[in-house]
């Protein structure tokens, strides 16, 4: 087949999981004999046109948000967002009409504007699919969220009400789209279940989810199993809703006895001043901390090996996070909350501990029970590991996605009663 991807963003200029996978599927796609083409968002500094292996990809779609505030002001303000779809749309048609897709997967388009999948769907309406891990469907569009979102000074916050104001209803006046997603397919049920409950028609989607490259992760742990020591690591990105800062307000509740066994890595980046937050809090605790900064994922397997317990603290409804998927490959027993599709595979003494969001006191008492109980750490570990080990072979995520293509190609190919 020759496969067609869209997606706001693909690596190496990526923000996360869903981008990486993106990446992985279109590599494993092409070393199946698929031929592979990549239409994403524009980034600077990199080529209109890449070759990633076998993979071409096109990095020309203009993103909602490009440049600074002020660069979304100027684009509402003088009409410059109407001229950016409309080039946008003739960049699908146009590359459509080279390529020639057979089908076409739509990845992530936070921060792309809805004409762009819409504009696929009236060109080839029985050829598209959709994998969906995350909430764009249901999102306000960028320029509504960069409106909206606190000024990064406080001073200046007066200042960003005024401009929202005046623009809120330019960013709300959006092209009127309708997306069929006739044919789709979510990370979790708890997406699925979410995107539909807020309108979305997946009542009928499939459930694939992301695995990974098994053999990357499945070293089993080379740290110390004794009584003596705990480490635990974060990996992921620094943001206010990841809840970092709640991991690190528990490690300054831990008892002394628990707090001199304990170290903890945080493997990531992110918001400088949410950074600096982070480091103020790390200094209350006796625990130390380490801040690695970001780790390219070569070198996640390494760090993962050489820990025993993942901390995953996230505030928000996470689609199914890959950072517990890899953590429990590698070995590691998890403790973490359980909002979005985390509660999936994270089960409260089965496969992991689970901890209240936000409730550093709760996530304390969890640590403190894992470092007492080293067999315990063992078996959930075991258990975690099994259940990735059994249903998260990234060859399965692409079997169930090749699939997924392969019945729009043979649909679209079907005769007209």
């Not at 739509?106 to 969906?132: C, D, F, K, Q, T």
């Not at 807020?198 to 459930?207: V, W, Y």
């Not at 625990?287 to 993942?310: C, K, M």
């Not at 304390?364 to 109980?373: G, H, P």
Request: charged share 20%; aromatic share 6%.
């Amino acid at each position: 087949m020759r496969i067609l991807f869209l997606s706001n963003v693909y690596p190496p200029y990526s923000q996360g999981g869903y981008e990486q996978l993106c990446q992985e599927v279109a590599q494993l796609l092409a070393a199946r004999g698929h031929t592979l083409c990549v239409l994403a968002g524009r980034t600077t500094g990199a080529a209109d046109v890449e070759e990633d292996g076998p993979v071409r990809v096109h990095r020309r779609l203009e993103l909602e948000l490009e440049g600074g505030l002020s660069h979304t002001i100027a684009r509402l303000a003088i009409g410059g967002r109407e001229a950016s779809e409309r080039r946008n749309v003739a960049t699908v048609e146009r590359l459509i009409d080279e390529f020639q897709p057979d089908a076409v997967l739509i990845w992530g388009m936070w921060n792309v504007p809805r004409s762009v999948p819409a504009a696929v769907e009236r060109l080839l309406p029985e050829r598209v699919a959709y994998y969906l891990c995350d909430y764009w469907p249901v999102l306000p569009n960028a320029y509504i969220q960069r409106l909206e979102a606190p000024a990064r000074r406080g001073h200046a916050d007066w200042a960003k009400r005024g401009i929202t104001q005046l623009l809120l209803p330019a960013a709300a006046a959006e092209m009127p789209t309708s997306l069929s997603f006739k044919r789709a397919a979510c990370v979790s049920y708890a997406l699925r279940d979410a995107l539909v409950h807020q309108g979305t028609p997946l009542d009928n989607a499939q459930i694939i989810h992301n695995g990974i490259y098994l053999s990357d992760f499945s070293v089993g742990s080379d740290a110390p199993s004794t009584n003596n020591s705990l480490r635990l690591i974060y990996s992921g990105r620094l943001s206010p809703e990841k809840g970092l800062h709640v991991a690190l307000e528990a490690l300054a509740l831990l008892d002394g006895s628990v707090a001199n066994r304990c170290e903890l890595l945080i493997a990531g980046g992110g918001d400088e001043d949410y950074l600096r937050h982070l480091r103020t809090i790390a200094t209350r605790g006796s625990v130390p901390v380490t801040f690695l900064g970001h780790v390219g994922r070569a070198n996640i397997p390494r760090l993962l090996s050489e820990s025993q317990v993942l901390i995953f603290p996230s505030e928000w409804g996470e689609p199914l996070a890959r950072a517990v998927i890899e953590a429990m490959a590698a070995g590691l027993a998890v403790i973490g909350t359980t909002t979005g599709g985390t509660g999936e595979i994270l089960v409260e003494g089965k496969t992991g501990l689970t901890f209240r969001p936000g409730d550093p006191a709760d996530l304390a008492r969890q640590i403190t029970w894992l470092a007492a109980d080293p067999r315990l750490r063992e078996q959930l570990a075991a258990a975690g590991q099994a259940l990735v080990l059994r249903e998260f072979d990234i060859r399965s995520t692409v079997d169930q996605l090749e699939s997924l293509l392969c019945q729009a190609t043979i649909q679209s190919e079907s005769p007209v009663a």
